[in-house]
């Protein structure tokens, strides 16, 4: 059986001037039976990407969305911003949102995937909304927080309903949902932890890190397996 072909979008670190990705985003898509597809940024090339795609994986990093996207003034508790990374994914991942590609965001590419749609964010869970407890410490893919998956949605189809352990490693949040995004799941303290636009065949963001947490908990690998799934029916 023929591989979906997944986007993978990168970091950039201009200071050394690479590109980089964890490779847990490579072999998590590898094992669920993807072919996986570096995405170099490049202006203007969202339609020529999306051509060669199946499916798309927005990538997280330790960055914030720029508050502008979401209709607010920078506070001085939001972290460093990588405009042209952002620029770049919110131009491929509306794209691909219009083409209806399967879509899977992880951590900043779920908060991005809530501003795609009008939606807002915490620019820092403790200084906004005095909630602590989301950024842990090292080992960062052990789940430290649980999140409480709704009945009844997408994410619970792939992982099932109820408590799931997640690792967490964000300073930020969703805070209004946008059009058409659904809450999956919270925190126990409220904190999103994941949405999905019903809309769609198969949009889904996740605030926490299934490529890093699934060798604690298997269940996150089906994250993976519902988004190369999915591309494979798109591509019919
Ligand atoms: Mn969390």
């Known amino acids: ?23 847990g985003y490579v072999d998590a898509v590898l094992s669920a039976g993807g072919l996986p597809i570096l995405l170099p940024h490049a202006p203007q090339a969202a339609a020529a990407y999306l051509a060669l ?40 991942l509306e794209a ?11 951590c900043g590419g779920m908060q991005l995937l809530n501003v795609v749609r009008g939606g807002t964010l915490y620019q820092d869970l403790a200084a906004d909304a005095g909630l602590s407890g989301h950024e842990q410490p090292a080992p960062k893919d052990a789940p430290s927080h649980e999140a409480r998956v709704a009945p009844g949605t997408q ?14 490693t964000h300073h930020q949040a969703v805070k209004d949902p946008g ?6 799941a919270r925190a126990p303290d409220g904190v999103v932890e994941a949405i999905e636009l019903p809309d769609l065949p198969f949009a889904l963001g ?16 089906a994250l993976y397996r519902g988004l190369v799934e999915a591309a494979r029916d798109a591509r019919r």
């Open 96 to 106: 691909a949102l219009a083409a209806r590609l399967p879509v899977l965001g992880i």
């Open 53 to 92: 795609l199946d499916g798309l994986v927005v990538t997280g990093g330790a960055f914030d969305v720029p508050p502008e996207l979401y209709g607010e003034a920078r506070r001085k508790e939001c972290g460093v911003t990588k405009p042209e990374r952002t620029a770049f994914e919110k131009d491929l």
């Open 1 to 23: 059986m023929s591989r979906p072909r997944i986007g993978l979008t990168l970091d950039a670190d201009a200071e050394r001037g690479r590109y980089e990705l964890r490779a």
């Open 179 to 184: 059009a058409g995004v659904l809450v999956a």
């Open 206 to 221: 996740v605030q926490w890190h299934p490529e890093a947490v699934l060798r604690h908990e298997p269940r996150h690998a």
């Open 155 to 168: 994410l619970a189809s792939l992982v099932g309903a109820g408590p799931l352990g997640v690792n967490s």
